[in-house]
């Protein structure tokens, strides 16, 4: 069933019609959107993926931002790859298929009242519910493996579960070495202003790990982020403004973490 929001055409035929133009495959991964639908059109233009270009989100679509729905839609229509997020997670445990659940004013309290609000009907969101259902916990693309908040350190992967992957944070990025020999983790889930030394729209890098999380939601930051991760290049855009919009170097705008055991400082959001 092809999805009922109206995409900008001229975004849409921008998306197709620069593959033409592009000589190589491009592997884009952007970070969490939370809702911010206009920002994520906006930074979509910005990096114009062609038709042999693969596009990867790394979770939490929706929530707190006002148009979730739309989100969801525009990742859909174009076959985007999408990865689980502790949003979408709670989103499913607040609907679950059969029976009653204490998890929905968590998940209202977390964002979700602003995602209720996108849905026009009852059907849209239940379309919703079972395209969310199919989404992986990670995924590996050999040379980097992404998930949404990161992998528990002394856990082989066999035993990681969806806490792990999609709610992790301090043991993730306190890592004093890497998960894996051969590959980059890279994720979404914790704003990178909120770890040591990392000013907002900076991505955070430690020992085998990268997050791109630059809080696009959040008042403090704005910056949603792509990343070119074959190229190295990092698109972004102010979804509080989108004149904002820059494409940089990835050394430009990376901040590496020292291996010390790291406290993230959750943001504390004004009630809005």
Same mark, same amino acid.
């Given at each position: 069933?092809?999805?009922?929001?109206?995409?900008?055409?001229?975004?849409?035929?921008?998306?197709?019609?620069?593959?033409?133009?592009?000589?190589?495959?491009?592997?884009?991964?952007?970070?969490? !959107?939370?809702?911010?639908?206009?920002?994520?059109?906006?930074?979509?233009?910005?990096?114009? %993926?062609?038709?042999?270009?693969? !596009?990867?989100?790394?979770?939490?679509?929706?929530?707190?931002?006002?148009?979730?729905?739309?989100?969801?839609?525009? *990742?859909?229509?174009?076959?985007?790859?999408?990865?689980?997020?502790?949003?979408?997670?709670?989103?499913?445990?607040?609907?679950?298929?059969?029976?009653?659940?204490?998890?929905?004013?968590?998940?209202?309290?977390?964002?979700?009242?602003?995602?209720?609000?996108?849905?026009?009907?009852?059907?849209?969101?239940?379309?919703?519910?079972?395209?969310?259902?199919?989404?992986?916990?990670?995924?590996?693309?050999?040379? !980097? =493996?992404?998930?949404?908040?990161?992998?528990?350190?002394?856990? %082989? #992967?066999?035993?990681?579960?969806?806490?792990?992957?999609? =709610?992790?944070?301090?043991?993730?990025?306190?890592?004093?070495? %890497?998960?894996?020999?051969?590959?980059?983790?890279?994720?979404?889930?914790?704003?990178?202003?909120?770890?040591?030394?990392?000013?907002?729209?900076?991505?955070?890098?430690?020992?085998?790990?990268?997050?791109?999380?630059?809080?696009?939601?959040?008042?403090?930051?704005?910056?949603?982020?792509? #990343?070119?991760?074959?190229? =190295?290049? !990092?698109?972004?855009?102010? *979804?509080?403004?989108?004149?904002?919009?820059? *494409?940089?170097?990835?050394?430009?705008?990376?901040?590496?973490?020292?291996?010390?055991?790291?406290?993230?400082?959750? %943001?504390?959001?004004?009630?809005?």
């Amino acid at each position: 069933m092809q999805p009922s929001v109206s995409l900008p055409l001229n975004s849409r035929v921008r998306y197709l019609s620069s593959s033409m133009a592009t000589s190589h495959q491009r592997r884009i991964i952007i970070g969490d !959107v939370h809702g911010h639908y206009d920002g994520l059109v906006a930074l979509l233009d910005q990096v114009a %993926p062609g038709g042999d270009d693969q !596009v990867y989100f790394l979770g939490d679509l929706i929530d707190r931002g006002p148009r979730s729905a739309d989100v969801i839609d525009l *990742v859909r229509f174009h076959h985007f790859h999408s990865l689980l997020g502790n949003h979408e997670q709670m989103l499913l445990q607040s609907f679950p298929k059969s029976g009653q659940s204490n998890a929905l004013q968590a998940w209202l309290h977390s964002g979700g009242n602003s995602t209720i609000s996108s849905y026009r009907d009852w059907d849209q969101l239940l379309e919703h519910l079972d395209w969310i259902r199919r989404l992986p916990l990670y995924k590996d693309l050999g040379d !980097v =493996w992404l998930v949404h908040a990161g992998i528990h350190p002394t856990l %082989p #992967l066999a035993m990681q579960t969806a806490n792990e992957l999609c =709610w992790i944070r301090d043991d993730f990025h306190s890592m004093g070495q %890497p998960y894996f020999e051969d590959k980059l983790v890279i994720t979404g889930h914790t704003i990178t202003f909120t770890l040591p030394g990392v000013a907002p729209g900076e991505l955070a890098q430690g020992h085998g790990w990268l997050d791109i999380d630059t809080g696009a939601y959040h008042p403090r930051s704005g910056w949603l982020t792509a #990343l070119d991760i074959d190229a =190295w290049k !990092v698109y972004q855009v102010n *979804v509080f403004d989108q004149k904002q919009a820059r *494409v940089l170097p990835f050394d430009e705008v990376v901040t590496r973490i020292n291996p010390r055991r790291v406290k993230v400082e959750l %943001p504390r959001l004004a009630s809005r």
